[in-house]
């Protein structure tokens, strides 16, 4: 008895301990712009509307393959920044609408429109940025002698080949304003061609060899902090990539090539969006198809890119046509109804098992009081952690949640009466009704749980949203029925009120027809007086399985 | 309502029982007649009548608006179209508004856009119109299918695994199949539109069914565990049975908070997400406890046709011990 008691205190106070855990995220949150209640989404709040407008050269057209395209991956790289249920759709066959709730930052506003394009390619030659005077300079003298290529000149062996550097490439190369860079316009360069091109702070010029491994090479990446060899942190983030197959064998061979060239031919440019980020030394050759980047990246910079480079680059590039709030679409009012019905609905619900369930009913009224104050916790500081937001389907689904949350007693209720029926006291009937069902409140939350893993994993958009609600009101479910209703029911049957099976209590062991079998701990049926009950009392009187036994073989007459 | 408890004891012991296995064959024979009607029914009406976030539609831009209303707006699309095409208003920015409706013909186009200069007192010129793609795209559904395919499969086997019969996952599964029919079905017979929001409440009614059927089922394998006694048809009747008194109380319970926001949802403010979303939770609560009892338990009995309890206990002894 003292150790049932302590186990008793113990859940209680896991679940105390659980509540504070939320309470107290939630608190720290709000130094992080949380609060105290959870953001809404699109539909309820409204936000941000970015129209991106592909950039075309003159003539060119965007078809619906390379649209659908631009919006999976656009929609990919929103979601991987949390579970907002942003809105994309497309506009007049060639724009990109992108609504997201709240405010949108820089860093989000790239995320959607950088084409993400990434190639790497051997470095040729390299030098610091020019200043518009040298430039000025070299163009003058070009002028005086016009650069002539060689007709005669040796094909260029590999990528590496300084025979890719032709007079008009110099002459280029001489004349190479960094700030080129920066115009929208300047559009795709060839692959297979060496390209002119400066680093992304614009302060060293570089001539690159062909694109020896392409961006769509990539299997994976993602980002971290960067480790020494003994793999002690070094306080600087960077993107670890993973390649396929064809990527592990290019940039196999490529390593092969270029680490026992010289300086800076044994350098490896990483080229995104036509701009070097880094051109590291190779100073082993790698055959894992592991490479990892670091380049100045602050954290956001570094799951930023490493996102985009996992979905893929964007067919084409993107620029953003106008950025305006958007007011949400459905008012005040809606979320209100919905509440205010939901609050009936639970009203109602409360009243059905005060008629079913009397006294237990209060521990069904207190479980969903604390199943719903630790959704609204966990979902209050998910907003902020995983920036969670609640849309008008998502407050439904959540009141309906909570509706079948009380399943879970119904269930447990009914094996304790189940178990009273069969003629067991009361404490034991609790200790074993839990028993069964237990196991049956996990399986049947195992599937939920599944269901909610799958399509989170698996589904997008909304239904992303959907997952991730059922899924945490699921596991809210189980600590719930586990940390409080069973102790409480534990507690309950202690006192006089339920042990001794009160017509009120909604466990009397007389109503529920239990069999009286004289070691049992509850009175004598007789002695409740109730007349209605007494008439069958010869049957009461047969065990359960003496009933169950010939109610069997009057079937099988 | 101590006489549902009375009819509970009664149910406890077998003094009464419904036959939901004896007659089973009825129960099968309602259970396809419904099914045929929810597949036929959509069919004869023309099909599903999907929401603009799935087809896309027309938009307009109107900017320059002194008051912003977004009624306003919404009043002067339903007077072209009719009150049942009610449209997406949103405000865009100070002095802007953005009115989607349903891909619209030339001739509507520009009556609506004259509609709208008028009731909001600005210039035609003013109002841009434009296509506007899905915003659930097919990319959407191609993953939501893709993630129920594989929770369907893993589901199964988790069943199997756990109940240690592949008949009962059979069963659960056949089930499940016919909620989602019937409830799709009823939303295509009355026609109302499938939004995002009716998708979602259909996919609640997934968890809401297996959950169900998976509670009822574990009372039927302790019931059918080896060492008890009777035949399999008996012993399913009889915890199926036990089950019914939790079946109805549950099922009144989730049925009342959706209910309750299907009437203010529809009665109150129209037809909009709080009407989509539990429309469809409402059949599909129904319909997911009624296909517990009339069609997952049946066709369980009815895979268990010919074999005995006592043959299952001979045949794998190992698991006597384990079964509580």
């Known amino acids: ?557 | 309502m101590a006489s549902l408890t009375q009819f509970g004891n009664r149910l406890y012991t077998g003094e009464s029982s419904f036959p939901f296995i004896p007659r089973r064959r009825t129960w099968f024979l309602v259970a396809l007649g419904i099914v045929a009607i929810c597949i036929l029914g959509p069919i004869l009406r023309g099909g599903f009548e999907f929401g603009i976030e799935f087809r896309g539609g027309s938009e307009f831009r109107v900017t320059g608006v002194e008051q912003v209303d977004e009624q306003v707006a919404a009043d002067a699309v339903t007077s072209v179209l009719g009150a049942q095409q009610v449209p997406n208003v949103a405000q865009i920015g100070q002095d802007g508004l953005r009115v989607q409706t349903e891909q619209l013909s030339d001739s509507d186009t520009v009556e609506i856009r004259d509609a709208l200069a008028s009731a909001l007192g600005v210039e035609s010129n003013e109002i841009t119109s434009s296509f506007v793609g899905p915003s659930w795209g097919q990319d959407i559904t191609r993953q939501a299918l893709t993630g129920l395919i594989v929770f369907i499969v893993l589901v199964a086997i988790v069943m199997a695994l756990y109940f240690r019969t592949w008949k009962m996952s059979v069963a659960a599964l056949s089930s499940l199949a016919f909620d989602l029919i019937v409830t799709a079905g009823i939303y295509g017979i009355v026609g109302f539109e499938v939004t995002p929001a009716a998708v979602i409440g259909f996919l609640t009614i997934l968890g809401y069914s297996l959950y169900d059927t998976v509670v009822v089922f574990d009372k039927v394998r302790e019931q059918t565990a080896p060492g008890t006694s009777g035949t399999y048809a008996d012993n399913i009747n009889l915890a199926v049975n036990q089950t019914l008194v939790r079946s109805i109380n549950t099922s009144v319970i989730a049925i009342l908070p959706t209910a309750s926001i299907l009437f203010i949802g529809s009665f109150l403010l129209g037809a909009g997400t709080l009407r989509d979303i539990s429309l469809a939770l409402l059949i599909g609560t129904l319909v997911g406890t009624w296909s517990t009892l009339f069609v997952a338990a049946p066709v369980y009995a009815q895979l268990r046709m010919g074999e005995d309890i006592a043959e299952a206990r001979a045949k794998r002894p190992s698991e006597r011990g384990a079964v509580v």
């Open chain 1, 1 to 557: 008895m003292a150790r049932a008691r302590a186990r008793t205190g113990r859940a209680l106070i896991w679940l105390v301990v659980i509540g504070a855990v939320f309470a107290a995220l939630n608190w720290a949150s709000i130094a992080n712009g949380g609060g105290w209640s959870p953001r809404l989404a699109l539909d309820l709040e409204g936000g941000t509307q970015v129209i991106l407008t592909p950039q075309l050269q003159e003539g060119q057209q965007v078809t619906d393959e390379q649209l659908d395209q631009a919006v999976q991956i656009i929609r990919d790289r929103v979601d991987a920044s949390g579970v907002s249920e942003s809105e994309i759709t497309t506009q007049g066959g060639q724009n990109i609408v992108v609504a997201i709730p709240g405010e949108v930052d820089d860093a989000t506003m790239d995320r959607l429109q950088s084409s993400a394009r990434m190639e790497f390619r051997p470095v040729l030659t390299v030098a610091a940025a020019l200043t518009p005077e040298e430039i000025a300079a070299n163009q003058a003298a070009q002028e005086a002698t016009p650069p002539v290529d060689d007709p005669a000149a040796p094909e260029p062996a590999d990528a590496s080949d300084l025979a890719w550097i032709t007079p008009t490439l110099q002459a280029s190369y001489d004349t190479f304003d960094c700030a080129v860079l920066q115009d929208p316009e300047r559009g795709e360069q060839p692959l297979d061609e060496p390209l002119v091109t400066c680093s992304e702070d614009g302060t060293a010029r570089y001539i690159l060899g062909p694109v020896e491994v392409e961006g769509s090479d990539i299997s994976d990446a993602s980002a971290g902090q960067a480790t020494t060899s003994t793999g002690a942190p070094t306080g600087e983030f960077e993107v670890r990539l993973q390649f396929d197959s064809a990527g592990s064998d290019a940039f196999e061979e490529v390593t092969n090539r270029i680490t026992s060239l010289e300086s800076p031919r044994n350098q490896f440019g990483v080229v995104l969006d036509g701009a070097v980020i880094i051109a590291p030394a190779s100073n082993a050759v790698i055959t894992n198809g592991e490479a990892s980047i670091t380049g100045g990246f602050s954290q956001e910079t570094a799951s930023s890119l490493a996102d985009q480079l996992k979905f893929g680059s964007l067919p084409i590039g993107f620029e953003v046509q106008s950025e305006e709030t958007i007011a949400a679409t459905l008012g005040e009012s809606q979320l209100q109804a919905g509440i205010i019905a939901g609050l009936i609905g639970l009203l109602l619900v409360i009243v059905y098992s005060v008629f079913q369930y009397r006294a237990l009913a209060l521990v069904t009224i207190a479980s969903l009081a604390i199943a719903g104050g630790l959704t609204y916790l966990v979902i209050t500081w998910l907003s902020s952690a995983e920036d969670y937001r609640l849309s008008l389907a998502g407050v439904t689904g959540l009141i309906i949640a909570i509706g079948t949350i009380a399943d879970s007693f119904i269930v447990y209720f009914e094996r304790v009466r189940d178990e009273l029926r069969d003629g067991r006291a009361i404490t034991s009937a609790v200790e074993a009704g839990w028993k069964r069902a237990f196991r049956t409140i996990l399986a049947s939350d195992a599937i939920n749980f599944l269901a909610a893993i799958v399509l989170y994993l698996v589904a997008v958009g909304n239904v992303r949203g959907f997952a991730f609600t059922l899924g945490i009101t699921t596991i809210i479910d189980l600590i719930v029925v586990a940390l409080f209703t069973h102790p409480m029911l534990q507690l309950l049957t202690r006192t006089r009120f339920f042990s001794s099976g009160h017509p009120m209590s909604g466990l009397d062991p007389n109503a529920l027809g239990a069999v009286y079998r004289g070691r049992a701990k509850f009175r004598d049926p007789v002695a409740a007086g109730r007349g209605a009950t007494s008439s069958r009392e010869a049957q009461r009187r047969q065990s359960i399985a003496e009933r169950k036994a010939s109610a069997s073989t009057e079937q099988e007459r």
